[in-house]
C-alpha cells in the first residue's frame, strides 16, 4: 500500500508538541535483539528514530485500534501494543524507569482517534445541551449512568450526561456530530455497522461508569471484537 | 519508512466516515485522473480500486491543506510542500463541498483543537473543567501549550482558529 511518507516524516519531525517522546528498548523481528530508540508520539502514530536527532523516522506503530498492556518478560518496565485481528506479533517495547512506563502506557492508551472524538462528541453535546437549556443544570456533581438511550433521527442511540428534565418539554436533540453515515455513498457503512459501533461505545461508557471508574482509559478495548485477556492498565486513583 | 500495514488495511474496512467514487489524479507531473474509491477513516484517506478489496493506498492528513480548484474538483496537498497537490474529481460541487469540508475535519490535530475548544467554552460557561468527570483533566494533550504556536499546523482553511 503506497503512503504518503514524505508527509509521514514532516509530521514526525515537526515542531509543535508531541505528545509523548523517549527512549525505548524495541525489539526487532522474532527472537530479534532489541534496540534502543528514540520514540515520539503524535496524535495516534507512534514514530521511532535512530537517534533524537535523527531527521527521518525509521518507521511509525499506527495506533487505531490497539490495546496496551504491561509485561512480565526478561525486560523490566516492559510493554506490549496489542492488535486485534491482522497482526499476531505484538510490540514489546521497553522503558528505562517505572516512571517512563506509567508515561508510556498511559499516552499510548489515549492515543487512538475513536477516543478523542468519543470524548469531543461528548463536549459537544454538553455545549449544545446548555446553549438550550440553563447553565446551572448542565454538569452534575456525579455523573450517572443514563438508563435509556434517546434515539436520533438516523437511529443511532445518543447517550447524554445529562440527568433527565421532567419539567422541562423535551427538546430537539441537538445536531449530530460532524460525522456522517457514508448510507448514502454506499453500503459502505450500514446502519446495523453504526448502530453496533455506537452501542459498543455506549456500553463500554456505561460499564465504564457503573464500575465506579472515571477514566476512560479502558475504552478503546472496545474496538476489538475479543478481549486480549491480560492485565489492562487504569489510572492511578 | 516501516509501518504496520495489516492494521492499515485493516482501518481501512472499518465504517467510513465519508466514502465515494471520485475521480482521483496524483501529483506527479503528467498523471491521469482514474476512478477511485476514496473512503475517509478517522485520519486517514484510503483510495482503492473501485473493484478492489484491498486499497492501493493511503494518505495521513495531518498537516494538510485542502482546497477548492475547478468547480466540482478539490485538491490534498501538505504543508511541507503544498504544490504537490492530490486532485479529486466529484459529481457536484455540492459533493465537492461535503468532502472539503469531511476532510479540513478529518486530522487528529483538528479533532485536538476541537477538544480544547470545547472545553474552554464550557470552562468558561460553567466555571467547571467538563475533562474532569473522565479523569483526564491532566493529560497534557489536551492542554492548551499542546497546540502548535504557529497555529496554522494542523489543517489550512480550519474553522478554530479562535481560542483565548
Known sequence: MKLNERSLAFYATCDAPVDNAGFLHKRGGRGASSHRRWFVLRGNMLFYFEAEASREPLGVILLEGCTVELVDVREEFAFAVHFAGGRSRPYVLAADSQAALEGWVKALS????????LVVRELEQQLAAMREGSPANALPANPSPVSNPRP????RAVWSALPEQPTVAPQRPPLPPRRRASASNGPLASFAQLHEQYGLEVRALRSQWRGGHTGLAGLEVSWHPSGSGGTHTRDQP | MRYNEKELQALSRQPAEMAAELGMRGPKKGSVAKRRLVKLVVNFLFYFRPDEAEPLGA???ERCRVAQEEPGGFSISFVEDLSRKYHFECCSQEQCQEWMEA??????EYMRRSLIFYRNEIRKMTGKDPLEQFGISEEARFQLSSLPTDGRTACIGSQLDVLD
Open chain 1, 110 to 117: 489515549r492515543a487512538s482517534f475513536h477516543y478523542l472524538r
Open chain 2, 59 to 61: 494518505l495521513l492528513l
Open chain 2, 103 to 108: 476532510l479540513r475535519r478529518a486530522s487528529y
Open chain 1, 152 to 155: 436520533k433521527e438516523n437511529g
